[in-house]
């Protein structure tokens, strides 16, 4: 559990259901509270019409609909949500070419490491 | 007669007959006379009587006219008084007129009078009728009239009939008395006519015969004078006989009568004396002789013909005369017969004669021996000859020929006759002029010895002496340079030759000399001959000879061979028909004419180069030089010929050589300045993999050192020929066209680069015709660009890759002279090849770069993906560690579970997963085979559906089914599980919740299964994507796991012969349908497609 995961909320946007799941299962266990989208449309659904406030997006590339590109550009013309930190889960290798564009802070390649996610999640939504 | 002087004429009549004939023609001209004398006297006396007997008639006739008129009278008497004495006259005259009428038909008369007397007759009777009338009348009282009308008529009738009756009488009367007068006249002319004939006849008879008398007379006298002067002429003449005498002798007795005194003058014998002795003849003909003669005379005494004889005749002196004789017998009248002879001396005559016998002898002799001497080649034999006729023509008994021997100072005496055995061939005399030989040949003339003893000048030979030779004549055996040898005779007595004794000599000898000097000259000749025909035999050129006639005469081996002809078949043909072409054969005959006749060399001693002909008609260059072998007679000619097939061919090789070389240097300079190009062109092809812009450079770089133009046509994906780049002269007379055209290729272009593509061909145009241009051009725009640039010549050659065609190369020349050759085909060609290997390479490389970019980016994707599931495996596999480690309790075991039941999906899912990239890889492969048997679609589908029920549940996706009954078809069931597993997870993912329907149906040739989610659905752009294998990371469109597993589903579909195909919509959801045929109609691995589709994609 972390102290820093209370009362955040965590967004994850990933298009593979499990993954999506095991991320929020494993979110939660550390005690952050987690919504989640399937693609970028529905994240920003979800950020737009959502309630509370989320500290960190945790977003995923290829994704159909709306990728993790396309998203990023719709997030960062919306001023409300730009602030929002972002960091990336990708299984690309040339991630960090493909990420600069993105601005964002941090990514984390698949296959995920733990403490490292669970490090950089603490980082970011602090 | 003596002295007859017209022996040959016929007798003249005598005077006797003369005078007879002379009498006999005047007796028939007297009795000519009188023949027509009393023709004449005849005649008169016919005519009197005719006269006479006209005379009576007319007398006659006269009387009758009288009674008639009488009669008349009477009548008209009667009619006017009535008298009956006239009517008894009337009656009395009527009565005598037919009397006389009577009387006269009776006479001779003619034809005439006898007419004019009928009518007489008649007219008569009608007067008498009429008057009878009238007497009728009148004793009826009316006579007057009548007698006038009827009476008066008749008798006028009848004085008329009488009147030209008379005439007529009268008419004949005057003729007959001219005709008489005539005939008397006639008959007195002759009368007188012959009578003075006569007289003249006898006249001149008369003076003929006594002129005749006397020239008789005359005659006779001079007769008897000439036959006097005759005889003593001739007896001059006989006694003047010079060598000749006249004789005569007693036929029977054959005594001599009469000598001439010639005899005496020339035998010796006194006149008269000794010739009337009766043995003359016999004892002075010797005896060889006398018999003959005896004959002849005989002879001509029986035949009285003349006979000529010679004979002998002994004169008083001893010597023997000879005597041409003539004799004949001769008869005269009252003279007993007498033989008569003329006899010449003939005796000199006779020696002349003899002595040109002999001359003739020996020319016959000489000439035999001439004749000989041709034919004899044995000279020793020849001499031998000589020897014999010289000896037996001179008749001696020794003849020799004496040879000068070369080298020696002897004479051989090689042949002759009446020598001693041995002696001939080998005996030797010394050549000096001791001996008659030896002096003989040294004087150089002929030389006569009388007596060997009696010599002067020169001695005897023990040789002569042997032989007891006396007598000799010799003469030398002429030849060149100096004489051959001597020719003699010998005789054993003293003998005079004569002169023609030496020169039948010398013609002997000379004809030793001509044999010899032959023989010498034959052997020369045969030497030379000898020589000659070595030298033709061995000559290397072909010699022939040939006469005027231009006939081969000689033809050496080297010409047997150069010809093919043997000698034998050539000798005595026409050299032009044998080895001249025909075409020149009449040029060769004229030129050989014109030369026989103007003695004009044109030809000869030249070397001319001709045709000349083989036995097997073959044609071949050679060099002739004609020269004429110099000689008397008709010219012959000597040909030497020369093949020099080998020499023309080495020049026309050296020229040829030369004019390679030179073209060879022109073509190297070109190749050098072409190869140059190539390099560069090479290089430039090589030095990018963009091998547009090689070709590009390429094309500029060929311009304009090949080009004024320069066009690359390269097949695109669409099969059209796009237009690739065109480099133009910067000088170039048309807009610069640059621009990348893309236009269809109309493959059935008769001309250009589409048809150039087409077939594969190159096509070179030299002269580009409007019609051409027009063919090439698509439109009229395009057509009048190609016409501005003014190509002149234009040149195509197709690019082709590994048997494909990719392209075109075309090169076009504005420049009117530059003409494509088969160089300039070649070299574009070379620059097409290179420039398709090019091309070539940049494609393999682009393939290969492709190939690892496709590895690359299917290694990328791969693990994208499976790092998904990786990624919460290991989240799952993490978390429960952490959440163990750090001691949670309030971690029930149902979270574990199902922690690690998520664990095991996803083991599930990577294995999945690798067995999807797998089969992409052994499908892309192409080892992907079928296992067909019989699947039932059903079943399959309500397992997968079994299978996916868990995750659809979890999903939200409640699986609806309508599968019916079974629906079998050949298929692979791992592949088909496969296919229906992919779509239902597809499903299921995309599927948002909401129920998916799935189901199986079809008909008898077709399976179908649909699968229907009603989730995010497809844009319609991106559904013909989706069944493509992969597409760039950068793209929006990655859907993850179903680009791979569309692209395998579809494969095994294509494989299976059947198809897939989607209806979607964004938001509304997708529908998958398969169809598969339940038997297969193709049966082949599905890589090759997938292959053939990778390269396509990537264009």
């Known amino acids: ?126 | 007669m003596t002295g007859s002087r017209h022996a040959a004429l016929p007798r003249e009549p005598t005077f006797r007959q003369r005078i007879a004939v002379g009498f006999a023609v005047a007796f028939l001209l007297i009795a000519i006379t009188g023949a027509v004398s009393y023709y004449a006297l005849h005649q008169t006396a016919l005519s009197d009587r005719l006269f006479a007997h006209q005379a009576r008639d007319v007398i006659e006739f006269g009387r009758l006219r009288a009674t008639i008129e009488q009669k008349m009278v009477a009548a008209r008497g009667y009619l006017i008084t009535g008298d009956e004495k006239f009517l008894f006259e009337i009656q009395q005259r009527h009565q005598e007129l037919q009397e006389q009428i009577r009387k006269l038909r009776k006479g001779d008369l003619t034809k005439r009078e006898r007419e004019l007397l009928a009518e007489i007759d008649a007219a008569e009777d009608e007067h008498q009728k009429a008057t009878e009338d009238a007497v009728n009348v009148r004793t009826q009282g009316e006579h007057a009239g009548y007698f006038a009308e009827n009476v008066e008529p008749a008798r006028a009738s009848l004085e008329r009939r009488l009147s030209a009756f008379l005439s007529h009488e009268k008419q004949i009367l005057e003729q007959t008395d001219s005709a008489s007068a005539q005939k008397n006249s006639l008959a007195s002319s002759l009368i007188v006519v012959s009578g003075f004939a006569s007289l003249g006849v006898t006249a001149i008879l008369a003076v003929l015969l006594t002129r005749r008398l006397a020239r008789l007379y005359e005659t006779e006298r001079h007769e008897r004078a000439l036959a006097e002067n005759t005889r003593r002429r001739y007896r001059d003449l006989v006694e003047g006989i010079p060598g000749g005498i006249v004789w005569e002798a007693d036929a029977g007795t054959l005594r001599l009568t009469f000598v001439s005194r010639r005899a005496q003058e020339m035998l010796g014998y006194p006149a008269d004396e000794e010739h009337a002795q009766p043995d003359f003849w016999t004892r002075l003909i010797p005896a060889e002789d006398r018999e003959r003669v005896l004959a002849t005379a005989a002879r001509a005494l029986q035949n009285e013909t003349e006979e000529q004889f010679e004979h002998r005749f002994l004169a008083a002196d001893g010597r023997t005369v000879w005597f041409q004789t003539r004799i004949r017998l001769s008869r005269e009248e009252g003279k007993p017969p007498v033989l008569r002879g003329l006899s010449v001396d003939v005796t000199r005559l006779k020696e002349a004669d003899n002595a040109l016998r002999l001359r003739a002898r020996q020319q016959a002799a000489v000439v035999e021996l001439g004749q000989e001497a041709l034919v004899e080649t044995d000279l020793v034999r020849l001499s031998e000859r000589a020897c014999e006729v010289v000896a037996e023509t001179l008749g001696a008994e020794l003849a020799a020929v004496f040879k000068v021997l070369p080298g020696s100072r002897d004479l051989l005496l090689k042949a002759g006759v009446g020598w001693k055995e041995g002696v001939a061939g080998s005996e030797t005399v010394p050549a000096t002029a001791a001996a008659q030989p030896g002096y003989t040949l040294l004087a150089g003339e002929p030389i006569l010895v009388q007596d060997l003893r009696a010599e002067k000048r020169f001695g005897s030979l023990p040789l002569f002496d042997d032989h007891g030779v006396r007598g000799g004549a010799s003469v030398v055996i002429p030849g060149t340079p100096s004489a051959l040898g001597v020719l003699a005779v010998h005789t054993r007595s003293p003998r005079v030759f004569t002169g023609e004794d030496l020169v039948f000599l010398q013609s002997v000898a000379n004809v030793v000399s001509a044999a010899t000097g032959r023989k010498i000259a034959d052997q020369a000749v045969e030497e030379s001959e000898r020589r000659k025909a070595a030298i033709l035999h061995g000559a290397l050129d072909a010699i022939l000879t040939i006469d005027y006639e231009g006939r081969v005469l000689e033809f050496n081996p080297a010409a047997e061979s150069l010809f093919g002809i043997p000698a034998s078949e050539a000798i005595g043909k026409e050299m032009a028909e044998l080895i001249i072409p025909e075409r020149m054969r009449d040029q060769h005959r004229s030129g050989m004419a014109r030369y026989l006749v103007t003695k004009k060399a044109v030809v000869l001693n030249r070397r001319l180069e001709m045709s000349a002909l083989r036995r097997d008609g073959t044609e071949f260059p050679v060099e002739l030089t004609i020269s004429r072998i110099s000689g008397d007679g008709p010219p012959v000619f000597t040909g030497f010929v020369r093949d020099i097939t080998a020499r023309r061919r080495a020049e026309s090789d050296r020229a040829g050589l030369l004019a390679s070389e030179r073209q060879a240097r022109a073509t190297s300079e070109t190749a050098e300045r072409r190869a140059a190009f190539l390099a560069e062109a090479s290089a430039a092809l090589a030095s990018t993999l963009d091998y547009r812009s090689t070709l590009a450079s390429v094309a500029r770089l060929a311009v304009p050192r090949i080009a004024d133009w320069c066009a690359v046509d390269i097949l695109d994906a669409k099969g059209d020929l796009l237009r690739l780049a065109t480099s133009h002269d910067e000088h170039g007379r048309g807009p610069a066209v640059a621009e990348v055209l893309r236009y269809s290729s109309d493959l059935e272009a008769p001309h250009g680069p589409a048809h150039v593509f087409a077939t594969g061909e190159p096509e070179v145009f030299n002269d580009l015709s409007d019609d051409i241009l027009r063919a090439v051009a698509r439109d009229e725009e395009h057509y009048r660009a190609a016409r501005d640039l003014r190509l002149c010549s234009s040149m195509s050659v197709p690019l082709n890759v590994r048997g494909l065609n990719i392209g075109v190369l075309t090169f076009g020349s504005a420049i009117p002279d530059r003409r494509y050759g088969p160089e300039d085909l070649a070299f574009a060609q070379d620059l097409a090849g290179r420039a398709s290997a090019a091309i070539e390479n940049a494609r393999l490389y682009r393939d290969a770069r492709e190939a690892v970019r496709a590895r690359d980016e299917f290694l990328s994707i791969a693990s994208h993906e499976l790092k998904t599931p990786l990624t919460t495996l290991q989240l799952q596999v993490q978390g429960l560690i952490r959440k163990i480690r750090s001691g949670a309790r309030d971690s029930p075991a149902e979270t574990v579970a199902a922690r690690l039941t998520t664990a095991e999906r996803q083991v599930e899912r990577l294995t999945g997963l690798i067995n999807n990239l797998l089969d992409i890889s052994r499908i892309t492969a192409g080892r992907l085979d079928l296992d067909l048997e019989p699947v039932d679609l059903g079943a399959v589908v309500r397992e997968a559906a079994a299978r996916s029920r868990e995750e659809s549940a979890r999903a939200g996706c409640e699986i609806r089914m309508d599968v019916n009954g079974p629906c079998v078809g050949q298929w692979d069931r791992m592949r088909v599980e496969q296919v229906v597993s992919n779509l239902f997870s597809n499903a299921i993912k995309y599927g948002a919740g909401r129920p998916i329907e799935v189901a199986v149906g079809g008909d008898e040739v077709l399976a179908r299964f649909t699968i229907r989610d009603h989730g995010i659905g497809i844009p319609p752009e991106h559904q013909a994507r989706i069944f493509e294998r992969f597409e760039r990371a950068v793209s929006d469109r990655h859907y993850g796991g179903l680009g791979l597993g569309l692209w395998i589903v579809r494969q095994i579909v294509d494989a299976l012969g059947g198809s897939i195909l989607v209806e979607s919509q964004s938001g509304k959801g997708s529908m998958f349908t398969v169809n598969l045929p339940r038997t297969p109609r193709k049966r082949r691995s599905a890589g090759a497609a997938a292959a053939a589709e990778s390269s396509a994609a990537r264009g």
């Not at chain 1, 999506?20 to 550390?30: F, G, H, P, S, V």
């Not at chain 1, 990728?67 to 889960?89: A, H, T």
């Not at chain 1, 493909?98 to 999640?121: G, N, S």
Request: proline share 4%.
């Open chain 1, 1 to 126: 559990m972390s102290e820093t995961a209370a009362g955040k909320r965590i967004l994850v946007v990933e298009d593979d259901r499990d993954l999506r799941d095991a991320l929020a299962e494993i979110l939660r266990d550390e005690g952050y509270r987690v919504s989640s989208a399937g693609h970028g449309e529905e994240a920003l659904s979800v950020l737009r019409g959502g309630r509370e406030e989320v500290s960190l997006i945790l977003l995923d590339l290829t994704m159909p609909v709306m990728n993790g590109w396309q998203f990023r550009d719709e997030q960062r013309k919306d001023p409300e949500l730009s602030k929002i930190p972002v960091v990336v889960l990708s299984a690309g290798d040339q991630l960090a070419e493909q990420i600069a564009p993105l601005e964002i802070r941090d990514f984390v390649r698949k296959p995920i490491e733990l403490a490292l996610l669970l490090r950089t999640v603490d980082r970011y939504c602090a």
